[in-house]
């Protein structure tokens, strides 16, 4: 049997040992929990955006280029430095004034040269007057011809009368009426008659050949003036034709040689400044309209699939300064193209255009001085959603499903909470599922931290 004494001694010993271990139950329940970083979950808007490098440009500049090689004047190209605001119509650029008079003088005096000998060639007085002349010449050979025709007529009734008289004096002689003298004279005249009579013979027919001949002349001289001469008059027509063109396209040289504006802008670019000689197509000014003011961003193929023309856009940056200002997509490229990220990486790019909000756009060139190419930064909104649930993409982690996690902060411990995500952005996410407003969530859960573990919540 035990004694009284030691069971008073096991009793204290007992209540002893229920206390201590009533002390270390109190103790671990009480102890401090995993401080954690935690964010409330709230109600707010929510936007899918794609944030991206951007440069300022202008939809159109134009160039004032030389319209053939030649030099150009030190004015007025000297005046318009980069930024002076010119207008349309305004003089820029020209050729050196001497050099295109020279060529035009020239080009004039070729001209003149032909258009005297076209006058000269198509002059035709000289020959119409020698077609007249061989006209009258035929009439007078004709005329030749007839007197001819008549003389032989003449010599023939001489010639006859000859015959006649000496066969008379023959008849006479024989019978003593006629002397021998009187035959021979008979004779004499016979002989002369028949002579005559052959050489009128041999002139008429001389003479119908001169006619003959004489009639081809006009037709000749007139051959020669359809033939010879309005061809060459021909030929030295199409040449002038050719020195008026010449003169037309160094007169058109010359209003060219003055270059003008075209459009109301300001100078981007002077590339040639002072008299020197310059080539043909070579660049001399650049011109812009800064009102037109763009922004140009490079985005990549799989996030520009997003975007939309009309997406409302906002620019920012240290050359945009405070507020940001607001602007639209204006057009995306249909084709993209590879570009090395600063890493090497090839990606592959899209090229978007921003309209800036007209308003916004004359504050950034009034106050901001903004120009062309300059940098700045671009958040295009893809989505949008109000009275989202919202928390922090930091403190989502998916779990060993694939499904996104966060740890809510519940009585005082860690729990782990699968939620459904709508849309989200690099720092925030919807939650449509799992969560509700008011809750407090682990930002940037350590990877200790596990189900039910006793937390201490520290605000951020």
Known sequence: MFDIKDKKKWLIAAVVAAAAVALGWVGYAWRPGVPVRAVEVRVQTIEEFVDEQGETRLPDTYAVTMP??????????????????????????????????????????????LEAAVAEGTDVRVERTAVEQAARMVEAVAESVKAAGARIEASRANLEYAQAHLARTRELQRTGARTQEELDLALAQHAGAAAAYRQDQLTYAAMVAVEGATKLLPGMIRQYIDRTLERTAEVLRKQRDEAQAALEEVLLEQRRGVMLSPIDGVVLNRRVSHERLVPAGETLLEIGTLEALQVEADLLSIEVVEVT?????????????????????????????????????????????????????????????????????????????????????????????????????????????????????????????????????VDIPDATLSDGVRVTAERP
């Open 68 to 113: 053939f090689s030649g030099r150009v004047d030190r004015e007025p190209i000297d005046r318009f430095r980069e930024g002076t605001p010119v207008k349309q119509g305004e003089p820029v650029a020209r050729i050196v004034a001497e050099d295109l008079e020279l060529a035009v003088r020239r080009a004039r005096a070729g001209l003149e040269r």
């Open 309 to 441: 023309v009309g997406d409302p856009v906002a620019i920012y940056g240290p050359a945009v300064g405070d507020p940001a200002a607001r602007g639209t997509v204006a057009r995306i490229y249909p084709a993209g193209f590879t570009k090395l990220s600063a890493l090497g990486v090839e990606q592959q790019r899209v090229k978007v255009v921003i309209d800036p909000d007209p308003a916004d756009r004359a504050r950034l060139l009034a106050e901001r001085r903004m120009g062309v190419a300059y940098r700045v930064r671009v958040r295009i909104t893809t989505a949008a959603e109000d009275d989202a649930l919202v928390v922090p993409r930091s403190a989502l982690f998916r779990g060993a499903d694939g499904r996104w996690r966060v740890f809510a902060i519940r009585n005082g411990r860690a729990r782990e909470q699968v939620v459904e995500l709508g849309l989200s952005n690099d720092l925030e996410a919807e939650v449509v599922t799992g969560l509700e407003p008011g809750e407090r969530v």
